[in-house]
């Protein structure tokens, strides 16, 4: 039995060594390919990037002190602007709390004037307007008594050549 057993560790322990065997084969395999490919892309960063990052430099050595001059600028230009910013918001504030007050001034004064214009019409109305309407009534009154008492005497004129002709008719 310990021979068996001995037998079947020796089998798998061998079954083991070809199993890794083939995975390092695999592992050089793929090793190998990316070398390759690095190699390649080695190649063209040699014949192409190298190139162009040395022109970026050569670029950028050229035009540091002006990128540096234009950062400068723009950073002063923010900052005046910030600063204008800041006046024109005072003013414009300052502009509206004054148009406000004017508002508020021109609704007190229209406010006024049309108490003023309704207290007028009031006055105008008990001194000239209901004396007017009492007079009108006055002259009304006279005129229909006027009226009346001229329409009575004609009807008593005419009542009475009314009788004299009935008398002159009679005769």
């Known amino acids: 039995m310990n021979e068996t057993l001995i037998t079947i560790f020796v089998i798998v322990a061998a079954a083991a060594i070809v199993i890794q065997a083939a995975i390092l084969f695999g592992l050089f395999l793929s090793f190998k390919k990316t070398t390759e490919r690095v190699e390649v892309i080695m190649r063209n960063v040699e014949t192409k990037a190298i190139p162009l990052l ?46 406000r007050l004017q508002v508020i001034r021109v609704d007190d004064m229209v406010s006024r004037t049309m108490d003023k214009v309704e ?46 002709e009935d008398d002159e008719l009679f005769i």
């Open 119 to 164: 207290e007028t019409t009031e006055i105008l109305q008990s001194t000239v307007v209901n004396p007017v309407r009492k007079l009108t009534g006055i002259m009304q009154g006279l005129s229909v008594g006027l009226g009346a008492y001229i329409q009575r005497r004609r009807k008593s004129a005419l009542e009475s050549m009314s009788a004299v």
């Open 54 to 99: 040395d022109s970026a430099k050569t670029i950028l050595d050229e035009n540091g002190p002006r990128l540096k001059e234009i950062t400068q600028n723009l950073s002063e230009t923010t900052s005046t602007l910030k600063t204008q910013m800041n006046r024109v918001d005072a003013t414009l504030n300052d502009v509206l709390d004054r148009t």
